[in-house]
């Protein structure tokens, strides 16, 4: 299995047939993509093709649980926005009626289509998050030629989120074994269990952070550009596949967005 | 009764000593970023209500880390929110992007007041208390509401109309959170991180 930065994916998954670089160029261009089409179906149906590929990818589906409040608070959070404050409109239809409060049809579709590409915005996201390694993110950053000092500081960062998220469940353990139950908390105790996370883990990160300026010192690590070896960039080979992939991506991508912009037929 | 002590300048350099950039520097920067990540992050999925997070501890962060490490925690306030909002599907990569000056700025007018009005992050003084809480906070915080209800506007995430509400309803939110944590940080953390050579008077050493 690979430990990816979020989720276990199997090595043997389609997704590491290809570059890093290819998948980082996937992640970039669906990224943005669905905001050049405004119909909401065509953006359900990348949503769709998302799910798919999380599936493909033998991403364990059950794990995106964990973001089913997020996404519904999310389009409640939307929707919410466009019933109570749904502005002026030209030719209001009156769909429907809670009570004292009217449904317009415009606003409403404007919600709908907001929802459906934020939908299509974070499965992008997410998907490059729960297939790739630090590691790919730091080969890939590498193939494109971004500077070392900017690698390194990314690759950083996401060890030390890694370590801290270990740290986060150790302190987090330990209060449950204490019988702290978080679920029942309020609004204002959990923020004080936060601040109550906070400062452990400030202390370990000021610690930690000592050690690595010694290794890095010992190693005698400068800030300072010059020639570097690349272990990890030899270890995975760019192919003729990723090069048609990336050129498509791209083409695709720039397609999307032209039509989108001109034609608004998307 | 006892006079109180005037507190030496934390910011003030002496005569004969150098300030310059380390590795050490830009490790703290990479690991405020770590920390942001997963304090961001979490604070999100606990409490999620969208996109505006009535709870996200991360300002804290963005804040308590350019006071102490300068232009350091600045980069650090934008980059983390990069990395947190992706992990926690809060908001999509176009959207993250938009939000950075939002983010930069919102870090750091809190080392910028602090250094400006000569402040000890210590909080011990009724200055300091009143410059973090007011420039470092309540500022900060009506800054980065103002420009993230404007980001979600511009995505139409919300309905133009909308718009005054959600920035109060940003603003307050994540005030009171970033206050509570910024101060307890401040308060219990500065008297070591004022002693580490990682520490920041000017801006970038």
């Not at chain 1, 370590?163 to 908390?185: C, K």
């Amino acid at each position: 299995m690979n430990k990816t930065v979020i989720a276990y994916v199997p090595e043997s998954s389609p997704v590491y047939r290809f570059h890093p670089a290819t998948r980082l160029v996937f992640f970039v261009v669906m990224g943005f993509v669905p905001l050049f089409i405004s119909r909401p179906l065509v953006n359900g149906l990348v949503v769709l093709g998302f799910v798919g590929l999380f599936w493909v990818s033998r991403v364990n589906l059950l794990q995106l649980r964990m973001y089913v409040p997020m996404l519904v608070t999310v389009g409640l959070f939307i929707f919410l926005t466009y019933v109570f404050f749904p502005g002026k409109m030209a030719h209001p239809v009156l769909l429907a009626r809670i009570g004292p409060i009217p449904l317009w049809q415009h606003p409403l579709s404007l919600a709908l289509a907001a929802y459906v590409r934020i939908l299509a915005l974070l499965a992008a996201s997410l998907y490059y998050f729960y297939t790739n390694r630090e590691r790919d993110i730091l080969v890939a950053f590498r193939k494109f030629r971004v500077p070392f000092l900017v690698t390194y500081f990314i690759g950083l960062t996401l060890r030390v989120a890694g370590m801290f998220i270990e740290d986060f469940h150790v302190i987090r353990e330990a209060q449950l074994a204490r019988g702290l139950d978080v679920t029942s908390m309020g609004f204002f105790r959990r923020i004080q269990l936060y601040a109550m996370y906070m400062v452990p883990m400030l202390a370990i990160a000021l610690r930690r952070g000592d050690e690595i300026t010694n290794a890095l010192f010992a190693k005698g690590f400068s800030l300072r550009p010059g020639q570097r070896t690349d272990y990890l960039l030899s270890k995975m080979p760019w192919r003729a596949s990723d090069t048609l992939v990336t050129v498509g991506l791209v083409a695709a991508g720039g397609l999307v967005a032209w039509l989108g912009l001109s034609t608004h037929s998307l | 009764m006892a006079t109180p002590m005037k507190s030496p300048n934390v910011w003030a350099v002496a005569p004969g000593e150098k300030r310059i950039v380390t590795a050490g520097h830009f490790v703290m920067a990479a690991l405020f970023t770590g920390i942001g990540v997963v304090v961001g992050t979490f604070g999100s999925l606990a409490v999620p209500l969208g996109f505006v997070s009535a709870f996200w501890p991360g300002q804290a962060i963005q804040a308590v880390g350019s006071v102490w490490y300068g232009m350091w925690g600045g980069v650090a306030s934008f980059v983390f929110p990069l990395i947190s909002n992706a992990l926690s599907g809060s908001a999509p990569l176009p959207v993250s992007l938009v939000y950075i000056p939002g983010n930069f700025v919102q870090g750091m007018l809190a080392g910028w007041a602090m250094r400006k009005f000569g402040c000890d992050p210590r909080l011990r003084s009724k200055k300091d208390w009143v410059v973090f809480t007011v420039v470092g906070v309540i500022l900060a915080n009506a800054f980065g509401a103002a420009w993230g209800s404007t980001t979600l506007r511009i995505f139409h995430l919300i309905s133009p109309s909308s718009q005054p509400v959600v920035f109060a309803g940003w603003w307050i939110g994540n005030t009171v959170p970033s206050w509570i944590l910024g101060v307890l940080m401040l308060k219990l953390i500065s008297p070591m991180v004022i002693r580490t050579n990682s520490f920041v008077k000017r801006y970038w050493a």
